[in-house]
């Protein structure tokens, strides 16, 4: 608390004290083109050629340092999902799935299949998939932000088959520069504060110039269950409560089922085995009735986050045409995520039958439980007489001694709320020297090396085998006593209500894991560029030219304590995390060409045409060093018809090579979303919803073949909370993804419209041989069909015995250890295809009371479709949301999306409105196929109504943020932004409709807004 305190006193104090100063604010606003970070030669993105006069001809989308002021953005995640064409991918909204990073996914291609780039310049990445974490990104040095549709592995190498996003500092920055901003939302709360401190100074009489940058970011947790909307969780098919069947009171299997005429367990054989029941303390027994557990309270919209970063460049023209540079930058940050209470999730415990917690009447149903039937008679697991004599047994040695396992589920509120801290330290240093072989010719040498490093420590986690040794009981109630009592251990209770487990058990049944990810990109490049100091006949300017070569080698490796590496020993913490270690080297020569071929003719104002190509040598470290070899290539061209009409157009192929984590990840079984199971016949309610399936059918084979039992398949309930068990892993055997892709377009500045320009272009990006996992969708059809009752496969095929069945339950989670769920292996079998229409319109105007600026950026996203494997569907997924569609990108890709500012100013004020649109999606099933009606509930005795929704559709939503800046004297700039500014309330889907990433609290909240209208006060201090 008083943490707090000073913090929000230091921001008022840098704020109010700042306001006492003063500078006069300019209007700028989202540009096509990028401007020149220096006066002079320029390097533009999508080219290593160096020249002034050159025009890009591919797309590219530019943000400037003015837009991110006006949004007052704290993160790079937050400015680039905001993107029109862009996806919303790992960022501050994704609480379960956080690894403690963010990310960008351009087009919705998957967020490793672009490069993020500092000045041009790779950096160290931050996990075993090779992408850069934006968190590190130091946004208050960045001039401008570009972002370059399509393949631009010619340039850039491997992974840039969707594109590149280019953070470009500021150069020769001289002076001092203060920032700092608080953001809180309407409802008290989501605080975000941050300050950064520039200063640099150009030396030597304009030799040299160095800029340092340190700066600090500090943002609250926004919960769930602070929004009306998200405190409860609801079922998308149903409308009404739903939640985890991993809950309290516990749930057990193996209980026989209570005849309610006697009372006592019964012995109808249409219940067979009972399947999973729940703990009635107040009768003891274990009844059919369930009550599911309601996590969205625990879970956050966004995730606490800290960051120290510092960065610093320089560059000194150490002798005439030779000059030095160097650039590093450390940054450390902790990233928190918050998810509901741990507990012993559907793993299998034994208890004894002497057990002083043990309820008589639960004790009798594990008693009659049978596991066996001979022509419809049923045999009980004990007769009564020797379940009565061993309720009496006084330990292990007592003749009369019985045990029954179960598989047991147990939420433990009693404990806390699972906590993942995620503490990252990046450094990355570059030194390089360049300098001119003629006045037309340069040359460059660089080295540079970083190095992540990502802990991951859990915390409030359960230990299964502690809950196991734990439940083996003798003594009494008042006095028990551990059957095993090394460890210190602590007898458990697990056979009351909530609050039965008291304080000083929880100690024994916790546990702290770690895991630690730690990453290294050492690379050196040589470029020589310039021009060849002639020129084609037509055209004036020389043919530029730029070759050189480039090495990399990446490293990556993870190492995790015994607790995180024992599948299923930490409760709800989905699979098991290996030791991986792995790399791999990469030679390179490239060379690219830049040739214009009229210039200054009728109708040929300028034509020229672009070539390039790569020569890649990969090689793994792993015995046999496996190689591969890949060569990219690019042509593009513009022709500038008259001053007013360009049209431009390009053509390349591109690749991605295998990352660490597709290479050398071991298979590891952890979770997925599946809606449906078809050998499922009960709800997580425990409510039957279809007939179990029947002996002699085919689906009755297939389901008894993947592991499920005959007195078990007629009670297998849904995955619980929509989380299916998967085993996946890597390959060394995988090869590099290719990918084509091509973009043509037109850019006009008419002359008879002043101060107006715009920009249309047509992409289209296919990727073959990707590497790719079946959705799970894929895998179900693939063995069940599209119809269950009606699978096209028989239960000897290799499709359906993949999958593995929980043995106790039948169902299709559970225990990792014992539960492999669906079989979803990397393979080069994938197919990705998108293509859309980007447009861009610029219009800037004196009114003469003041100046109005217009920007337009839009995307039309025509069709996104994905193929996991040969015999997969081939999905479309744009304008749709479902679990299969968010297995690429995770997000919402809407059909179309666009943002428009509109900026007056008049003298030393600006004011600017945001309009952010996003068009109507629908359920990939079907709008029918989620819960439309009045969404009302109750849990836990608390009732919800929410009105009517239509969960299968999200019509259009539009945003607006106003801003205001303010000139305050000759040196500070004061900035207010409200973001949402009408408070629109984000849409209810509910929270089995996709992902559990990014389908979170009933909505998708790194789509739409789910903390509502937002105020953000920031000063800029320019000395």
Not at 22 to 29: E, F, I, K, N
Not at 615 to 631: C, G, L, Q, V
Not at 911 to 924: D, G, M, P, T
């Amino acid at each position: 608390m008083q943490l707090a305190l000073r913090r929000h006193l230091l921001a008022s104090t840098v704020l109010i004290g700042t306001s006492m100063l003063g500078t006069a604010a300019y209007a700028q606003t989202q540009t096509a083109e990028a401007a020149p970070a220096d006066e002079g030669t320029i390097v533009v993105t999508g080219s290593l050629i160096t020249n002034p006069n050159l025009e890009r001809s591919t797309p590219v989308n530019v943000t400037t340092s003015e837009e991110v002021e006006l949004r007052q953005t704290n993160v790079a995640e937050q400015l680039l999902r905001e993107i029109p064409g862009v996806v919303p991918s790992v960022g501050s909204a994704v609480n379960n799935g956080n690894g403690g990073a963010s990310y960008v996914d351009l087009r919705g291609l998957g967020s490793f299949r672009n490069i993020v780039l500092l000045d041009g310049n790779r950096i160290a990445p931050s996990g075993l998939v090779g992408r850069v974490d934006l968190n590190n990104i130091p946004l208050a040095l960045i001039e401008r932000t570009e972002v370059l549709t399509g393949g631009a592995s010619t340039t850039y190498g491997a992974d840039a088959v969707s594109g590149v996003v280019n953070f470009i500092t500021k150069q020769n920055f001289s002076g001092l520069e203060m920032q700092a901003s608080e953001q809180i939302t309407q409802r008290g709360d989501g605080n975000v504060f941050r300050v950064d401190t520039t200063i640099g100074a150009n030396f030597d009489d304009g030799r040299g110039n160095a800029v340092f940058s340190i700066g600090y970011q500090e943002a609250d947790p926004v919960y769930q269950g602070s929004r009306p909307f998200s405190r409860f969780n609801i079922d998308s098919f149903t409308g009404g409560a739903s939640g985890s069947g991993t809950t309290v009171p516990s749930r057990f299997t193996g209980t026989r089922p209570i005849d309610p005429a006697t009372g006592l367990p019964s012995v109808n054989p249409a219940t067979a085995n009972g399947g999973v029941r729940q703990l009635d303390p107040t009768t003891g027994r274990a009844v059919p009735t369930f009550q599911l557990f309601n996590f969205n309270p625990y879970n956050i919209f966004q995730t606490p986050f800290q960051r120290y970063n510092i960065f610093g460049q320089a560059k000194y023209e150490v002798t005439d045409g030779v000059e030095v540079y160097t650039r590093g930058l450390f940054s450390k940050n902790t990233v928190k995520t918050i998810i509901a209470p741990s507990g012993v999730f559907n793993s299998s415990v034994t208890i004894n039958l002497n057990n002083p917690f043990l309820p008589a009447a639960l004790r009798n149903q594990f008693c009659a439980f049978n596991t066996s039937t001979t022509a419809g008679v049923y045999t009980p697991r004990f007769d009564q007489a020797t379940c009565n004599a061993a309720a009496l047994a006084t330990g292990p040695t007592d003749p009369r001694y019985r045990t029954v396992t179960t598989n047991l589920g147990r939420r433990t509120p009693e404990v806390g709320p699972r906590i993942s801290d995620f503490r990252t330290t990046i450094f990355d240093y570059r030194l390089g020297v360049r300098g001119d072989i003629t006045d037309s010719i340069r040359w460059d040498v660089n080295g540079s090396y970083g190095e992540s490093e990502n802990i991951q420590t859990l915390q409030g986690y359960v230990l299964t085998s502690r809950v196991r040794q734990a439940l083996l009981v003798n003594g009494t109630a008042a006095n028990p006593v551990c059957n095993d009592t090394s460890n210190g251990c602590v007898p458990l209770n697990v056979f009351g209500p909530l609050g039965t487990i008291l304080p000083n058990q929880v100690p024994f049944i916790t546990g702290e894991s770690t895991t630690t990810i730690r990453t290294s990109l050492a690379q050196a490049r040589a470029v020589v560029s310039g021009d060849f100091g002639a020129s084609l006949p037509w055209a004036n300017d020389a043919i530029n030219f730029a070759v050189g070569g480039e090495y990399r080698h990446y490293t990556a490796s993870q190492r995790s304590d015994i607790l995180a590496k024992t599948a299923g020993e930490l409760g709800g913490a989905g699979g098991a995390a290996p030791d991986i270690t792995g790399g791999f080297d990469v030679y390179e020569a490239f060379g690219e060409v830049v040739a214009p071929i009229v210039q200054d003719k009728p109708f040929f104002q300028n034509v020229t045409l672009e070539g390039g190509v790569r020569y890649s040598h990969y090689t793994i470290d792993a015995p046999n060093r496996p190689k591969f070899n890949t060569t990219t290539w690019k042509v593009q061209g513009n022709w500038e018809i008259v001053d007013a009409l360009k049209l431009r157009g390009g053509y390349s192929r591109a690749v991605r090579a295998p990352n660490i984590s597709e290479l050398f990840s071991p298979l590891n079984t952890g979770l997925t979303n599946l809606a449906d199971d078809p050998c499922a016949s009960l709800n997580n309610a425990g409510t039957r919803t279809r007939p179990a399936p029947t002996p002699g059918t085919n689906l009755y084979n297939i389901c008894i073949a993947q592991g499920a039992t005959a007195g078990n398949i007629a009670s297998i309930q849904q995955p619980t909370a929509g989380q299916a068990n998967v085993t996946t892993g890597g390959n060394l055997a995988l090869k590099p993804e290719k990918s084509n892709s091509y973009t043509i377009g037109a850019v006009l500045q008419p002359s008879f419209i002043p101060g107006f320009s715009a920009s249309v272009d047509y992409y289209h990006i296919k990727i073959t041989g990707a590497i790719t996992t079946p959705t799970p969708d894929d895998v179900i059809n693939n063995c069940f069909g599209a119809t269950p009752l009606t699978p096209p496969a028989n239960a000897a095929t290799t499709a359906c015995t993949l999958i593995r069945r929980n043995p106790t339950t039948g169902g299709l989670d559970g225990d990792p250890a014992t539960t492999g769920g669906l079989f979803a292996p990397l393979t080069n079998q994938g197919t990705l295809k998108t293509d859309g229409i980007d447009l861009t319109m610029n219009y800037n105007t004196d009114l003469g009371f003041g100046k109005l600026a217009l920007s337009f950026a839009g995307n039309w996203t025509r069709s996104s479709q994905f193929r996991a494997t040969p015999t997969s569907d081939n999905r479309e997924c744009v304008g749709l949301f479902s679990v299969n569609c968010s297995s690429q990108s995770g997000s919402i890709q809407p059909e179309f999306s666009w943002t428009q500012r509109s900026t007056l100013t008049i003298e030393n004020v600006d004011l600017s409105l945001l309009w952010r649109h996003i068009s109507a999606v629908n359920y990939e099933g079907g709008v029918n196929a989620l819960y439309s009606g009045p969404v009302t509930g109750t849990v836990v005795g608390e009732t919800f109504n929410l009105g009517n929704h239509t969960f299968g559709h999200i019509p259009a939503f539009d945003y607006f943020d106003l801003a205001s800046r303010i000139g305050v004297g000759d040196n500070l700039t004061l900035t207010l932004t409200v973001t949402n500014l009408f408070d629109k309330k984000p849409p209810l889907v509910g929270a089995t409709a996709g992902s559990t990433s990014f389908n979170s609290g009933n909505t998708y909240p790194s789509t739409y807004d789910a903390l509502g209208r937002t105020f953000k006060v920031g000063a800029r201090l320019r000395f």
